[in-house]
């Protein structure tokens, strides 16, 4: 673990405090598991979240990597250093455009993962440390989970 | 149903008629109508000719579920184009049980002498306000209360809207009767200003809900359709339990926040404003994260605002509002928040314009942005009605052309709302075409069952931004004539039962047999009309275009700039 970094723990700190810091960025583990891939966007989330694989589709609708739309997650791969977002469905034109796969994703064509897989395996590390965010219902119906995961603050200041 | 006419003058009258011409229209579709045949293009908005609309939904007094929706026309004195405005609320209920389609209100008030309309099940009455001059809405429904009761709605306006500000609002009360939900766009409470009627009283007392032709077939699709709702993880968990500010977070992760009057895309401070923490800070103080707008809402997107002392300061603030007085303004604090949207409902004034005009002024160096306090006395200034706050109150492009500031985020005189066309290019064109002026409901229908008949859209494939904007305008057009409140279209974007359920309670309803066409026709149709008055009004499609430095200023995170080319949004309208 990089010095500096602290488990969080729900007994020690604030619920409200740790809410605040889940939407925030908390720190995950993201393990070697061999390979030349890594770990992709939906095995991580399967781990961390404790889902199977039909209730991850159902309750994570929006993931965003290094702030752009994750539409396939099975494909693609995680970095150390990366910044990943797990949300339930949003309202909105916008939210609704974000989801994964979205029939309108040509309005945000901008900030979509084109080839997203290709720049992941270039992009560093296949293991370490990736900030996590949680938003919506992912937050409320998985804060136990993230926790449990095992989630990391730098240098916590109650 | 019915249309009341009233004529303001030296001696008021009103003359209830047919509906006529407009028989079998509400909502948008209606305003929209009697706008476009009634209302000279080139008239001075606040002068005699202009005419104030207000309409229900075509399902709006029914048992129809989240059919509330209450739509407010005229000609804008923000855009100088076509407008209509909408807000939940109990006033659509009431005033469609009460037998009324419309009421225009025509004519002009220049004495300075207020009126209040009183509408019950058999009479309609104009008297004089005395009482209620120079009162907020929120004095101003305490007032009416005492006379009128509990049990009526509300249509009132503010300060902004007595003194004619672009940016004034129209309130419609809650159920609990407080002044929360405005029809607030465009400077429609201005027009009601400038007819001399300070509020619209709506007693339905003895009155009962708007019976369908067919009963049994009503009551089947009405239960469909609000399965439908509540089995939707947006309309059935993420609304009820977060509204519509849950969206803070993800906008800003995707680099499309405006932040600080759209210079960047990305606000440090957003999870401190964020749906999720309004929400963990309303339940912990006492208030609520999950309350209903009007009778017969099943989303319940709302809430209840409360200060440190668990006290009523507000509504739950919205998405928008929390932006525009919030990150817009570099501003990270919800109580602040809560207390600006608080006095934008009591004055009567539109969160979006006055939030990005508050962003403006402090661009112009008249206060630094994070500054809370500051924009809470800029706020003051307008409902005060000082000579700043009367500029304040003109809106966003009047306060930047006074202090010669470029950066004035406007479409046809209108702030943009609470998403940077930028990285989100889809929405720059609805923001760009929209006969509305800059407006993020104005394409907010994302229904593929709609689309697929206004333009086939196959989800596997790329769609140019263009052709999705078209049909996304086209689907609200129609869904803003029902009276349904747009975030049915969660549901029905990915229910093909819910959509088919909506058009089912429609036919049942007054006996026909719709079809998707004809509700796509619907929207073509509204959407011509308005085109064509502010065609007539002096529009071209020069003005169906962002301001140049959203093509110039790149905006981080993602380092981009508007793209999309003129000659691509001029084809929007092209069907």
């Given at each position: 673990m990089p010095p500096g970094l602290i488990r969080l723990s729900p007994g020690e700190?604030?619920?409200?405090?740790?809410l605040l810091k889940l939407q925030q960025g908390v720190f995950l583990h993201l393990p070697d598991v061999g390979g030349t891939e890594g770990v992709s966007v939906t095995a991580f989330l399967l781990e961390v979240l404790r889902v199977g694989d039909g209730q991850f589709r159902d309750e994570v609708r929006t993931m965003m990597l290094n702030s752009r739309v994750v539409d396939d997650p099975d494909t693609t791969w995680l970095r150390g250093d990366d910044v990943l977002v797990v949300s339930g469905a949003m309202p909105g034109l916008v939210g609704a455009m974000l989801r994964s796969n979205s029939p309108i994703k040509a309005l945000r064509a901008t900030i979509s993962d084109a080839g997203g897989n290709q720049d992941s395996l270039s992009r560093g590390s296949k293991s370490g440390f990736i900030t996590f965010k949680a938003f919506n219902t992912v937050l409320r119906d998985h804060f136990d989970d993230i926790m449990n995961y095992g989630a990391y603050g730098g240098r916590y200041e109650a | 149903m019915k249309l009341l006419r009233v004529k303001m003058g030296k001696t008021p009258t009103w003359s209830v008629e047919e509906m006529g011409a407009y028989a079998g229209t509400g909502g948008r579709n209606l305003t929209s109508m009697v706008v476009a045949a009634e209302v000279p293009a080139d008239c001075h908005p606040l002068g005699p000719e202009n005419k104030l609309v207000i309409a229900p939904g075509l399902l709006s007094g029914s048992a129809a579920a989240i059919s509330g929706r209450i739509s407010v026309g005229c000609k804008s004195p923000l855009t100088g184009g076509i407008k209509e405005s909408n807000a939940g609320g109990q006033a659509a209920q009431t005033m469609a049980r009460l037998g009324y389609g419309a009421i225009v209100l025509e004519g002009e008030q220049d004495s300075g002498q207020l009126y209040k309309l009183i509408i019950t099940k058999d009479k309609v009455k104009l008297e004089k306000a005395d009482e209620l001059k120079g009162l907020g809405n929120y004095a101003a429904v305490e007032k009416l209360v005492g006379v009128y009761g509990d049990k009526v709605a509300l249509m009132t306006i503010g300060q902004a809207g007595e003194m004619k500000m672009a940016a004034a609002s129209i309130a419609c009360t809650d159920m609990e009767m407080r002044p929360t939900r405005h029809c607030g766009r465009g400077g429609v409470g201005a027009v009601m200003g400038a007819k001399g009627i300070k509020a619209i009283i709506f007693d339905d007392a003895g009155c009962s809900l708007r019976e369908p032709a067919n009963p049994e077939a009503f009551k089947a699709a009405n239960k469909v359709f609000t399965k439908g709702l509540q089995s939707h993880p947006v309309t059935g968990q993420g609304l009820p339990a977060y509204g519509t500010n849950v969206l803070t977070n993800i906008i800003n992760e995707a680099g499309g926040y405006p932040t600080n009057n759209f210079k960047t895309g990305q606000f440090a401070g957003a999870g401190k404003i964020s749906g999720e923490t309004q929400a963990d800070l309303e339940v912990r103080r006492g208030g609520s994260a999950?309350?209903?707008?009007?009778?017969?809402?099943?989303?319940?997107?709302?809430?209840?605002?409360?200060?440190?002392?668990?006290?009523?300061?507000?509504?739950?603030?919205?998405?928008?509002?929390?932006?525009?007085?919030?990150?817009?303004?570099?501003?990270?604090?919800?109580?602040?928040?809560?207390?600006?949207?608080?006095?934008?409902?009591?004055?009567?004034?539109?969160?979006i314009e006055m939030g990005a005009t508050i962003a403006v002024a402090m661009d112009a160096g008249l206060a630094k942005f994070g500054d809370a306090a500051a924009a809470v006395r800029l706020l003051q200034e307008v409902g005060d009605g000082t000579p700043l706050g009367r500029l304040l109150g003109a809106g966003?492009?009047?306060?930047?052309?006074?202090?010669?500031?470029?950066?004035?985020?406007?479409?046809?005189?209108?702030?943009?709302p609470a998403y940077d066309p930028r990285p989100i290019q889809g929405i720059g064109?609805?923001?760009?075409?929209?006969?509305?002026?800059?407006?993020?409901?104005?394409?907010?229908?994302?229904?593929?069952?709609?689309?697929?008949?206004?333009?086939?859209?196959?989800?596997?494939?790329p769609q140019g931004q263009v052709e999705l904007s078209r049909n996304l305008q086209i689907a609200t057009a129609a869904i803003d004539s029902t009276g349904m409140c747009l975030f049915i279209a969660f549901a029905v974007l990915d229910q093909p039962e819910t959509f088919q359920a909506l058009i089912d309670l429609i036919n049942a309803f007054?006996?026909?047999?719709?079809?998707?066409?004809?509700?796509s026709a619907l929207g073509k149709k509204v959407l011509s009309l308005e085109r064509d008055f502010n065609k007539r009004a002096g529009f071209t499609k020069e003005d169906d275009r962002l301001p140049l430095y959203f093509r110039r200023e790149k905006l981080e995170p993602h380092g981009v700039t508007f793209t999309v080319p003129d000659k691509e949004l001029d084809q929007v309208f092209n069907w």
């Open positions: 700190i604030d619920r409200t405090d740790l | 999950t309350h209903a707008c009007h009778r017969g809402c099943v989303i319940k997107c709302s809430g209840i605002y409360v200060d440190k002392n668990g006290k009523y300061v507000t509504k739950q603030p919205e998405y928008e509002t929390v932006w525009s007085h919030g990150g817009n303004c570099g501003i990270d604090d919800l109580d602040t928040i809560a207390l600006l949207d608080r006095m934008d409902d009591d004055f009567g004034l539109d969160t966003c492009a009047a306060t930047a052309k006074a202090y010669g500031i470029e950066r004035a985020p406007v479409v046809k005189g209108q702030a943009m064109v609805t923001y760009a075409t929209t006969p509305q002026g800059a407006d993020h409901t104005a394409g907010y229908a994302i229904a593929t069952n709609i689309m697929k008949v206004g333009g086939f859209v196959d989800p596997l494939k007054f006996g026909l047999s719709l079809t998707a066409d004809d509700v």
